[in-house]
């Protein structure tokens, strides 16, 4: 079973930097992966930061393009995601998923079968 730990949130100022993670576990072989980093504010839906596939095709918010970068290990099985200049608007619990459907990478969550609990991300200003 596909397991997503991810890890790394916490509390920054305004113009800090964070870089999570998130630790893939439960699968051995594919021959095509994307992954994603999506993030949900109180009181608002969720929405999708950035994607990222086997091929190393990334696509990115426009809010968080030119701040933020995903990357993945696939040695350690590992997603990242650095954010740097924070701001106070990008608080919100981030998750970590995966799908293995070859598609084109897009920020829609019906696009992702597997979900992580979460990280917090605040930033205050």
């Known amino acids: 079973q596909v397991q997503l730990v991810e890890s790394g949130g916490g509390s920054v100022q305004a113009g800090g930097s964070l870089r999570l993670s998130c630790a893939a576990s439960?699968?051995?072989?594919?021959?095509?992966?994307?992954m994603g980093w999506f993030r949900q504010a109180p009181g608002k839906e969720r929405e999708g930061v950035a994607v990222i596939d086997s091929v190393s095709s990334t696509i990115y918010a426009d809010s968080v393009k030119g701040r933020f970068t995903i990357s993945e290990d696939n040695a350690k099985n590992t997603l990242y995601l650095q954010m740097n200049s924070l701001k106070p608007e990008d608080t919100a619990m981030y998750y970590c998923?995966?799908?293995?459907?070859?598609?084109?990478?897009?920020?829609?969550?019906?696009?992702?079968?597997?979900w992580g609990q979460g990280t917090q991300v605040t930033v205050s200003s």
């Open positions: 439960g699968y051995t072989y594919y021959s095509y992966i994307r």
């Open positions: 998923a995966a799908d293995f459907r070859l598609k084109r990478p897009s920020t829609d969550e019906a696009d992702f079968t597997y």
